[in-house]
Nanobody
Framework: QVQFVESGGGLVQPGGSLRLSCAASGSSASMDIMGWYRQAPGKQRELVADITSGGTINYLDRVKGRFTISRDNAKNTVYLQMNSLKPEDTAVYYC?????????????WGQGTQVTVSS
């Protein structure tokens, strides 16, 4: 059973910064991909950024240049540094970890952390 410890969400003014972190535990296998998704009220969940164990990174276009994802493979931990935050970044942010077992993707989700950007 994979468990997550997420931290770093909160309320911030437009233009401010937050850093999310997510540590995955309970799996003897390392995670192939770790990342962050978000879901705003009334909208579908979307990928914000993810990073492979080899360091390949993928960003949602709307956050490029503002958000930076990184990970510590030894700790199965992923971070999301969010700068120049905008009100439209307000959402619940979910940590995601994925590993492949005989070609089958196994997805694991954190409980979510609220990020609110408002003056």
């Amino acid at each position: 059973q994979v468990q997550f410890v997420e931290s770093g969400g909160g309320l911030v003014q437009p233009g401010g910064s937050l850093r999310l972190s997510c540590a995955a535990s309970g799996s003897s296998a390392s995670m192939d991909i770790m990342g962050w998704y978000r879901q705003a009220p009334g909208k579908q969940r979307e990928l914000v950024a993810d990073i492979t164990s080899g360091g390949t990174i993928n960003y949602l276009d709307r956050v490029k240049g503002r958000f930076t994802i990184s990970r510590d493979n030894a700790k199965n931990t992923v971070y999301l540094q969010m700068n120049s935050l905008k009100p439209e970044d307000t959402a619940v942010y979910y940590c995601n970890a994925r590993r492949y077992s005989f070609g089958t993707p196994l997805n694991y989700w954190g409980q979510g952390t609220q990020v609110t950007v408002s003056s």
